[in-house]
């Protein structure tokens, strides 16, 4: 399935449990795009005590995101109703729409405990740089996210930057990064370099966490579109309340493969 081009391949594994357990190695080997299925994320369905069910996600590294807004439309499409699941950032409602969902993500986080940062800062306007990438504010919306407001984004290196801020001794648990610039008083041109996925097409969780910074600087109103180089989401968020995110999800193709191919792959 994908979601504005960001991919994902989707395990349902909450009536029929996997052979196996999921390791951070296998979901690297089924994401390899030249010798597995290939994916930016690997999304794995489960049951939950909690919830409807559970939703795991996997970033093309092997690393176990809490959070991804593109992946959690794409749940909504297949599941095909509402539903609320349990996810690493927290619980979050689904509903599907036409060609696409609508996601309640749960309520921004800003302390730098809940980001979380090494040491205390202040999270609006965060006293760092790297080049001529200074001032983010940090948001944590069930994933940590840091955003820089620039004239434009497209003139931003990205992909050489993106890497380096990623793996700063400042995030413990590297970081999201998103370079935006203004359109409009209720629009954004995004790009997003992703924590364990890289360079990205879109980026449901880093729209939801640009669109809550802009709205608390006081640069757009919400409801927000917010433009990707895959295409267009839109954020609904108000101090104090909830992010809503809606959008397009599509589902590519459905297969099957052997598990032990990739369980042994991953051993060696």
Do not use: K
Not at 147 to 157: G, I, Q, T, Y
């Amino acid at each position: 399935m994908h979601g504005l081009g960001n991919d994902f391949v989707v395990i349902d594994a909450r009536t029929a449990a996997l052979p196996g357990a999921m390791t951070a190695a296998i979901a690297r080997a089924l994401a390899d795009r030249r010798t597995g299925i290939g994916c930016d994320q690997l999304i794995l369905l489960e049951p939950s005590e909690a919830q409807d069910f559970r939703v795991r996600f996997f970033n093309a590294d092997g690393s176990e995101a809490g959070a991804c807004g593109n992946g959690s439309r794409a749940v909504a499409l297949l599941h095909g109703t509402p539903a609320t699941v349990e996810t690493g950032g927290g619980p979050i409602a689904l509903e599907p729409l036409e060609a696409g969902a609508r996601v309640d993500m749960g309520a921004a986080r800003f302390d730098w405990e809940a980001i979380p940062l090494a040491y205390p800062m202040d999270t609006a306007r965060m006293p760092v740089g790297w080049e001529t990438l200074e001032g983010p504010m940090a948001v944590n919306v069930g994933n940590p996210h840091v955003v820089f407001f620039v004239d434009d984004a497209l003139a931003v290196e990205l992909e050489r930057l993106g890497p380096v801020i990623e793996h700063d001794p400042l995030f413990p648990e590297r970081v999201n990064v998103n370079v935006a610039s203004l359109a409009g008083p209720d629009h954004l041109h995004l790009r997003v370099w992703e924590r364990g996925a890289g360079l990205t097409r879109a980026c449901g969780t880093g729209a939801c966490a640009t669109a809550v910074a802009a709205i608390r600087r006081g640069l757009v109103r919400s409801p927000v579109r917010v433009t990707l180089p895959g295409g267009d989401l839109v954020i609904a968020w108000e101090p104090s309340g909830t992010i809503v995110m809606s959008g397009p999800a599509a589902t590519s193709f459905r297969g099957t493969f052997a598990w032990d191919d990739y369980a042994a792959g991953a051993a060696t």
